[in-house]
């Protein structure tokens, strides 16, 4: 059975790196997600990898910090989390680069379209850290862009948690409706919770198609991409 996508972009919350924890990094939830990004790389996909910093910091939350201020640190808080993923992949033979939308050159390579390109086509998976490297952006927007720009066939948002999209919170309400398949206007128009609305747009002007599902069930991520329907889809047509 053929992969359904060949270059993907994944959209891993910093949320799902914490597993049961909370917080921080859960090593052992880390190197799962790994194993799964593993297995995909050995079917020969093209790879990127978008992940957040909520495990660490949430810029929006932090009220007595300056909006600008805290953006910064959760952006730097992504690097961490990239970096341990970097660590992980490695450690199970898989090529990875780290690139950076702040420079940090002792670290990580700073962002180059040619070359995160250049990368995938040489079968290494590229970690895109700090978000776009602006205040007011999230790692949401980040994920829409970076695919974008390197002409991803879809982007997968791996969720914590929740297996797709409702129509209200599913923890709060058990008469929560999930949808099979959205439009990106939905998103907007519906007010879901889903991605920001400078984010969705973006997918929406470019026809970037999303897949939501939920990150918790292992062998799930190599479900989605093999063309199983799972989650909620969301596309134009």
């Known amino acids: 059975m053929e992969p359904a996508y060949k270059r993907i972009v994944l959209k891993i919350s910093g949320e799902s ?6 917080n921080g990094i859960d090593i052992d939830t880390l190197n799962l997600i ?10 020969g996909i093209q790879i990127s990898i978008v992940v957040g910093g909520g495990n660490f910091w949430r810029g ?19 690097v961490m989390n990239a970096l341990a993923l970097q660590d992980s992949l490695e450690k199970l ?7 950076s939308a702040i ?17 995938l086509e040489k079968g290494r998976v590229v970690i ?3 978000g776009t490297g602006n205040p007011y952006f999230s790692t949401d927007t980040t994920a829409a862009l970076r695919a974008a720009e390197v002409e991803a066939e879809v982007i997968l948002l791996a969720k914590k948690g929740v297996d797709g999209v409702y129509d209200s919170d599913p923890k709060i309400n058990n008469q929560a409706k999930k949808f099979d398949t959205l439009k990106h206007i939905d998103i907007i128009s519906l007010g879901l919770g889903v991605m920001d609305s400078t984010a969705t747009s973006l997918c929406m002007d470019n026809n970037i198609p999303l897949i939501v599902f939920g990150i918790d069930k292992p062998g799930n991520i190599l479900d989605v991409v093999m063309g199983k329907k799972i989650g909620t889809q969301v596309k134009e047509d």
């Open 17 to 22: 790196l914490a597993g049961s924890k909370g």
């Open 93 to 99: 033979s898989v090529d990875t680069r780290v690139q």
């Open 60 to 78: 929006k939350s932090a009220k007595e910090i300056d909006r600008t201020t805290s953006d910064y640190i959760g952006m730097l808080g992504t």
């Open 103 to 119: 420079d940090m050159r002792q670290i990580a390579e700073p962002y180059i379209r040619r070359r995160a390109i250049r990368h």
């Open 128 to 130: 895109f850290a700090a």
């Open 34 to 43: 790994s194993s799964q990004v593993q297995e995909l790389h050995k079917l």
